[in-house]
């Protein structure tokens, strides 16, 4: 049965992407499930890609800043022998090699060298603008780009199987690694992939993409848009629950939710910013930072209440 709506819930939904849909179509389907179209999306998702998509519904809208710049987990396929204009199995070949002659020695040795902080060129195929316009929108229209190298780190980059063999009955030898992948907001796998067959010389792009992890998330309470449709009201997170999974806590006394409800500071702590403050009753307040001795609030949740230095 098809909910007519969330009733207003502000809500954190983490959910299992299917492939073959945008990270803005998963948006359009909570919105008409929700009943609000105050809903976005913690980081995308490449429309090859399956996996952890969170979702936020009102104001958990202003969650996903953080959601965004939490570290990621993901398997992936990466098949050697062959690079595509887009480092994925959605672009065109652009160079075939063999790589019948690359031992695996050399292989997890090149995987050891693209882990730690590297310098990363994202792919030309990817959501970041250029001159106003999303790179893959310049690709797609024939236009070369070039995007400077920035700065990510792979916290874990393991060889889980190697499979020698072709691409299709008749096709030229390939050699597909199966992979897991910890790394930090802005890294591409796509750009790992690329990076490792150039590096062995063989060229290599990406044929599978699962994200199984955000920040505290995993796949294991992600739940479907077929189930999301089948529940009998909202699905997700709260506010309270949401922010107790990502941040540090705080808990305010009724006089110091007074202060913190109108924008005002309180005294600092020495928590780790950002934190999460919450009120007597547990409700979600603020998420505040420390600076000087005294906490500003980046996100006040309180309705009606002043924002200080918004940030979502």
């Given at each position: ?14 959910v299992?992407?299917p492939?073959g ?9 909570v919105?008409?499930?929700?009943g ?13 890609a399956?996996?952890l998509?969170?979702v936020?519904?009102?104001r ?8 965004i710049?939490?570290?990621?987990g993901?398997t992936a396929?990466?098949r050697?022998g ?6 994925d ?13 690359v031992p ?8 050891r ?9 994202p ?5 970041i603008?250029v001159?106003g316009r ?16 920035r700065?990510v ?8 199987d ?9 096709g030229?030898?390939?050699?597909d690694?199966a992979?897991e ?24 792009h ?7 992890a955000?920040?505290?998330f995993?796949?294991?309470?992600a ?19 949401a ?6 806590r705080?808990?305010a ?21 950002p ?6 009753d547990?409700?979600?307040l603020a ?19 002043p ?6």
């Amino acid at each position: 049965m098809t909910q007519a709506g969330w009733g207003g819930a502000d809500r954190l939904v983490v959910v299992d992407k299917p492939g073959g849909l945008t990270s803005h179509d998963v948006v359009a389907r909570v919105r008409r499930l929700a009943g609000t179209r105050r809903v976005g999306h913690g980081g995308t998702l490449d429309p090859m890609a399956t996996g952890l998509l969170v979702v936020g519904v009102g104001r958990a809208t202003r969650l996903l800043t953080y959601v965004i710049g939490a570290t990621k987990g993901y398997t992936a396929t990466i098949r050697l022998g062959q690079s595509t204009v887009t480092d994925d199995a959605l672009g065109d070949l652009v160079s075939c090699a063999d790589p019948g002659g690359v031992p695996e020695s050399a292989v997890r040795a090149a995987v050891r060298a693209l882990t730690g902080t590297i310098a990363q060129v994202p792919s030309a195929v990817s959501a970041i603008k250029v001159d106003g316009r999303r790179a893959y929108h310049r690709v797609r229209a024939g236009e070369q780009v070039a995007l400077a190298a920035r700065t990510v780190t792979v916290s874990r980059f393991d060889l889980r199987d190697l499979r020698r063999g072709t691409a299709g009955p008749d096709g030229p030898p390939v050699l597909d690694l199966a992979v897991e992948v910890d790394c930090s907001s802005g890294t591409y796998i796509r750009a790992l992939a690329r990076d490792l067959g150039t590096a062995l010389g063989v060229g290599g792009h990406l044929t599978a993409l699962r994200r199984t992890a955000v920040g505290g998330f995993t796949l294991a309470e992600a739940a479907t848009l077929a189930e999301l449709a089948g529940y009998p009201g909202p699905a997700g997170l709260t506010l309270a629950a949401a922010a107790a999974r990502f941040f540090p806590r705080r808990d305010a006394d009724p006089d110091q939710a007074r202060v913190l409800a109108h924008g005002g500071p309180l005294a600092a702590v020495g928590l780790p910013a950002p934190y999460a403050v919450f009120d007597p009753d547990g409700e979600l307040l603020a998420i505040v930072t420390e600076r000087d001795g005294r906490t500003r609030a980046e996100v006040v949740f309180v309705p009606g209440a002043p924002v200080a230095g918004e940030r979502g």
